[in-house]
């Protein structure tokens, strides 16, 4: 792997964006600048990420990172050659054209909301590397996350929708990232997206559905155990407990007791139907 010259590889990046309306060429190009900083020999006992799934030429950030300020001044003047550019990168089995078309996508401008919805659904499929779903989710849907949350509610409620648990994944992944910004303010949205799963949900989900009602404890307390009372008091809740006792310790130490007194509440009362069936 030749040592990165930041002239010569800015030199490089803008030589590769010429190719920018046409992706074929674009993608001959790319192939050999990464083949020029590939690293050929991956040192034993190296340690970093897991080894990706794809075929990758291992190329340091820096390298991609160039391209990618080289290529979003041309995605935001020409956002059809964008969204052109970015499947031509994407159906290249390489590491680091999907993430380069992840990267590209979030530049876009952000009136290009249902073809960057419309490449999120195409790209996200069960057997995806995991590092690409990460990065589709926050840096592919960066923009629409800043300006147009609406439509990542509509995409969290339709993933959360799908039978298939690994869309549900997806659903409450990026649940979370949008809990966790403060600048997204529309709780009520979460709270109604979350509950079914509050009630009753796999075992498999569990630990993405703990951590969006966590995330939505630590910054709206009161609204939060709130929605816990009202949810387990619903027929058909027999996870809500379990997610309050699993929780408490994130409410302030007041609401902490009353949810505990709640939950000691709920199961005195199961106690009771049980031995009254009996």
């Not at 950030?61 to 935001?76: F, G, H, S, T, Y």
Request: hydrophobic share 45%; proline share 9%; net charge neutral.
């Amino acid at each position: 792997m030749p040592a990165i010259q930041p002239a010569r590889l800015k030199q490089q990046a803008a030589m590769l964006a010429e190719h920018f309306n046409d992706p074929p060429a674009f993608v001959r190009s790319l192939h050999h600048l990464l083949d020029f900083y590939a690293e050929r020999v991956r040192r034993g006992g190296q340690v970093g990420d897991a080894p990706p799934l794809l075929a990758a030429y291992r190329v340091r950030p820096p390298v991609l990172r160039q391209i990618e300020q080289e290529m979003a001044v041309w995605c935001a003047e020409d956002p059809q050659g964008g969204l052109a550019l970015c499947e031509a990168l994407w159906e290249q089995p390489f590491l680091e054209f999907r993430l380069l078309a992840t990267a590209l996508l979030g530049q876009l401008p952000c009136q290009q909301v249902e073809e960057i919805l419309a490449r999120v659904r195409a790209w996200i499929r069960p057997g995806v590397e995991p590092r690409l779903i990460g990065a589709v989710l926050e840096q592919g849907l960066g923009c629409l996350r800043r300006q147009h949350p609406a439509a990542l509610i509509r995409l969290v409620e339709g993933w959360l929708g799908e039978r298939d648990l690994f869309y549900q994944e997806l659903g409450l992944r990026l649940l979370l990232t949008l809990a966790r910004d403060p600048a997204h303010e529309n709780l009520p949205a979460f709270f109604r997206l979350i509950q079914p799963l509050a009630r009753n949900s796999p075992a498999r989900l569990r630990p993405d559905v703990l951590d969006v009602l966590e995330t939505l404890a630590r910054r709206s307390p009161k609204e939060t155990a709130y929605f816990f009372r009202e949810t387990a008091l619903l027929p058909n809740s027999p996870a809500t407990p379990f997610l309050i006792r699993q929780l408490v310790k994130a409410f302030p130490e007041e609401i902490e007791e009353d949810l505990r007194r709640f939950t000691r509440q709920l199961g005195d009362e199961d106690r009771k139907e049980k031995s009254t069936k009996i």
